[in-house]
């Protein structure tokens, strides 16, 4: 397994054990360097002093904090390790609240949390609980020179956590809201035939960044002298009679289906064993 993030104990009432967290995702993209135009030698940001007026090896760097316009107090590592709390090296459950409850705009980075030595029992035990329970624990730890809380909950194999948004950071929109008045009962209909033809399994692997996929398609024609292929752009028409745009995102979920259905009757009526049944119901008709 990776690297860990944080290794301390997670404690509930009067249980502790070891544990670690590993990040449990993180984004993928394809970065690009600064170059000079010219002769393509790479550019390198250079730190300056503004009082000085010329470039400043980074050992002479130093934390500074300002407290009033352009005057600093310095901060050195020290100081912060000083006031560094106890949930710096233990994670304290705080409470547990039930799973429905938790919106996930909260929901920042998240984490897989693994015990350490010695911390299987324990461990199995949270997390046995938690699933049948259906709650999740909120906890708070120090780490990446902050305080955080953290939902931990549980997962397919092990305990999720994921750093929690406080409620302050969270923009809270006043014209963020909707107008259900505004939806008619056929529309309402209609939109949720449309979500049950697009109905399907939960299935991340299916799911790509072609945008990625393209950057990297087109780096790679670069290299080797080619002409880069521009992708087509979608074609977004305006929305002008919901209902008829409905109608015509249903009748276009509805057009493989119906043709694999004609072509299915059609080799069915082609096949020799077909013929002799359909003269028996004439003649039965007949009769």
């Known amino acids: 397994m990776a690297s860990s993030v944080w290794k301390g104990h997670l404690t509930f009432g009067l249980v502790s054990f070891p544990i670690r967290l ?9 970065s690009f360097n600064l170059l000079h135009k010219e002769d393509h030698s790479r550019i390198k940001q250079v730190v300056y002093c503004q009082a000085e007026e010329k470039p400043v090896p980074r050992s002479e760097l130093v934390k500074g904090y300002e407290y009033e316009k352009d005057h600093y107090v310095e901060i050195d590592d020290e100081d912060i390790k000083k006031v560094a709390p106890k949930t710096a090296k233990v994670m304290e459950i705080l409470e547990f609240v039930k799973s ?9 980075s998240s984490y897989y949390v693994a015990p350490d030595e010695g911390g299987e029992k324990p461990y199995a035990l949270l997390f ?32 999720l956590s994921h750093t929690m948004y406080y409620n302050d950071e969270i923009r809270h929109v006043e014209e963020f809201r909707t107008d259900t008045s505004l939806v008619k009962d056929k ?37 080797e002298g080619k002409k880069v292929v521009a992708t087509p752009s979608a074609h977004v028409a305006p929305v002008i009679d919901i209902m008829e745009a409905l109608k015509k995102s249903l009748a276009e979920k509805k057009k ?7 072509a299915a009757s059609h080799d069915q009526e082609a096949l020799p064993q077909e013929e002799e049944p359909k003269k028996r119901v004439r003649k039965s008709q007949a009769g």
């Open 128 to 159: 046995q609980a938690l699933r049948e329970s259906q709650y999740y624990a909120l906890a708070k730890v120090a780490m990446h020179n902050r305080e955080h809380i953290i939902v931990l909950r549980p997962g397919s194999k092990g305990i």
């Open 22 to 30: 590993f990040s449990a995702a993180r984004s993928e993209t394809i």
């Open 100 to 108: 429905d409850q938790v919106d996930p705009i909260y929901l920042e």
């Open 187 to 223: 529309e309402l209909a209609m939109a949720k035939m449309l979500i049950s033809s697009l109905e399907a399994e939960f299935e991340p692997q299916k799911y790509r960044d072609e945008y990625r996929e393209n950057l990297q398609k087109m780096i790679e024609a670069k290299i």
């Open 256 to 262: 493989p289906a119906q043709v694999a259905t004609a």
